[in-house]
């Protein structure tokens, strides 16, 4: 059956709480051991000190370690990307850190694309040099000789490579298949490159990056499998091998989702693909109508990509929509770009991405506050740019907010007619 379909039930079982439909809130801290030596056997398999045998099962043991309702989220959450096993976190920040740091040690290098997420910005540039971790960056526009040549000139074991794509928030793509071949091209037999994706930007329903090579694909939960703006979580997903360490490290560091969460997750998996399939219709309505509008300098959505575009074969290549994602360059600057947001009254100023509610933001200022101002404008993060999460809301009204919106920037501009 297709994942949207098993969202409904896969993993659980109504008999085992008293044939409730739901799987309910397993808001227990620890569970009851049959006896001393079950108990001792799942230590052993939790801690690695001993192998799974055949079909045997993972027990229960405490909240910090594992919960029914983070377990069968986790299972649901690998139909949609086909990966091993998922680990899933109380942000995306934590998804995000924590694979940083199991598969980082002190002396590797991390080449990371930019722009990438503010929060991962700050923890890449900042934190994790702190413990002697090299960070090189390179964008859409960057070669794979160029890549090489990165690479080589730092002297250091490349340790992973980090990428998020589309990027947030300019939509740039990075070819995957790419960074899986400069990956490879260092990888030994005592040492495997990782490449991890961030696919926040996509959710998991319209691009899958373990089928193009990455070796884990993290999400902020909290955008487009969380949904409704009322859940703070994240997920790393990959092969059972690596997803193993992940949960390692997270149960000793303690920052695992709990059962609130996992619940509330399983609730919006079960209408990911309608929320998702809305929200890119939307955005494909609004796109095209911003595009036309004289006080807009230029429209970063994927579906304006033609075949013409540098990044278009990449583009069809890994992704089956445009998303929902949309970034506009406001004739003016920060002036301009501040009298847009402040005009909206349907869409929301607001940070964050993929809910049912359109929202707006502006990245210089705020989500990439902290980004090196240089780095801004080498990648597009100019003070005109504002980005627009599109929503599940009737597009013509969505529309109709923006475009009086943008009329009072052309208002203020004075460059022509208005558009009707």
């Given at each position: ?5 098993l969202?409904?039930s896969h993993?659980y079982h109504?008999e ?9 809130i397993?808001?227990?801290s620890?569970?009851?051991f049959n006896?001393?030596e079950?108990?001792k056997?799942?230590?052993e398999?939790?801690?690695?000190l001993?192998e ?9 043991i405490?909240?910090?370690?594992n ?5 069968i ?6 139909l ?7 680990a899933v976190f109380?942000?995306g920040?934590?998804?995000i850190t924590s694979?940083?740091?199991e598969f980082?040690?002190?002396?590797d ?7 990438v ?9 900042h ?5 002697g971790i090299e960070v090189v960056?390179f964008?859409a526009?960057?070669?794979e000789?160029?890549m090489?040549e990165?690479?080589d000139?730092?002297g ?8 998020e794509t589309?990027?947030?928030p300019t939509?740039?793509?990075i070819d995957i298949?790419?960074c ?5 091209h ?5 040492h ?7 696919n926040?930007?996509?959710?998991p ?18 955008k487009?499998?969380?949904g409704?703006s ?5 997920a790393c ?5 690596l997803i ?6 997270r149960?000793f560091?303690?920052n ?11 609730r ?10 809305q929200?890119?219709?939307?955005a ?5 109508k911003?595009n036309?509008?004289p006080a807009?300098?230029r429209v970063?959505?994927l579906?304006l ?8 074969e990449i ?6 929509s445009p998303?929902?994602?949309?970034s ?5 600057e920060?002036e ?7 005009s909206?009254?349907?869409v929301?100023?607001?940070?964050s991405?993929?809910?049912t ?7 210089f ?11 801004k404008?080498e ?11 599109v929503g599940?809301?009737?597009k013509?009204?969505i ?5 009086q919106?943008?009329?009072k920037v052309y208002?203020k501009i004075?460059?022509?007619?208005m558009m009707?």
């Amino acid at each position: 059956m297709h994942p949207e379909s098993l969202m409904m039930s896969h993993g659980y079982h109504p008999e085992w709480s008293e044939g409730a439909i739901k799987c309910p809130i397993f808001q227990t801290s620890t569970f009851v051991f049959n006896s001393a030596e079950e108990g001792k056997r799942y230590f052993e398999l939790a801690y690695g000190l001993k192998e799974k045998k055949n079909r045997e099962q993972m027990g229960l043991i405490y909240s910090r370690l594992n919960n029914p309702d983070l377990e069968i989220l986790e299972n649901r959450l690998t139909l949609w990307d086909g990966a091993e096993d998922c680990a899933v976190f109380e942000s995306g920040m934590s998804a995000i850190t924590s694979t940083l740091m199991e598969f980082l040690l002190p002396g590797d290098l991390l080449l990371f694309s930019e722009p990438v997420y503010g929060g991962t910005y700050h923890f890449i540039r900042h934190i994790l040099t702190r413990y002697g971790i090299e960070v090189v960056h390179f964008d859409a526009r960057t070669t794979e000789a160029q890549m090489l040549e990165k690479i080589d000139r730092s002297g250091s074991r490349l340790g992973m490579i980090y990428i998020e794509t589309p990027s947030n928030p300019t939509n740039d793509l990075i070819d995957i298949e790419m960074c899986t071949r400069v990956a490879k091209h260092y990888d030994t037999n005592e040492h495997k490159v990782i490449v991890a994706v961030d696919n926040t930007y996509m959710g998991p329903l319209w691009s899958h990056p373990i089928k193009h090579g990455a070796d884990i694909v993290l999400y902020s939960a909290t955008k487009y499998i969380g949904g409704h703006s009322d859940v703070i979580a994240g997920a790393c997903l990959g092969s059972k091998e690596l997803i193993t360490r992940v949960k390692a490290f997270r149960t000793f560091v303690g920052n695992m989702a709990g059962p609130w969460t996992g619940w509330l997750l399983m609730r919006s998996l079960e209408t990911l693909k309608v929320r998702m399939e809305q929200q890119a219709e939307n955005a494909n309505y609004i796109a095209r109508k911003i595009n036309e509008h004289p006080a807009v300098e230029r429209v970063h959505y994927l579906g304006l990509i033609d075949v013409d575009h540098p990044q278009y074969e990449i583009y069809k290549r890994q992704y089956s929509s445009p998303g929902a994602m949309v970034s506009i360059d406001i004739i003016g600057e920060e002036e301009e770009a501040f009298l847009f947001l402040n005009s909206l009254q349907l869409v929301k100023l607001a940070v964050s991405l993929g809910s049912t509610e359109s929202l707006a933001q502006h990245p210089f200022s705020m989500t990439h506050a902290d980004m090196d101002i240089e780095e801004k404008y080498e990648v597009g993060v100019t003070p005109q740019l504002v980005r627009l999460s599109v929503g599940i809301e009737n597009k013509q009204d969505i529309w109709n907010d923006i475009r009086q919106a943008l009329d009072k920037v052309y208002d203020k501009i004075g460059e022509g007619e208005m558009m009707v």
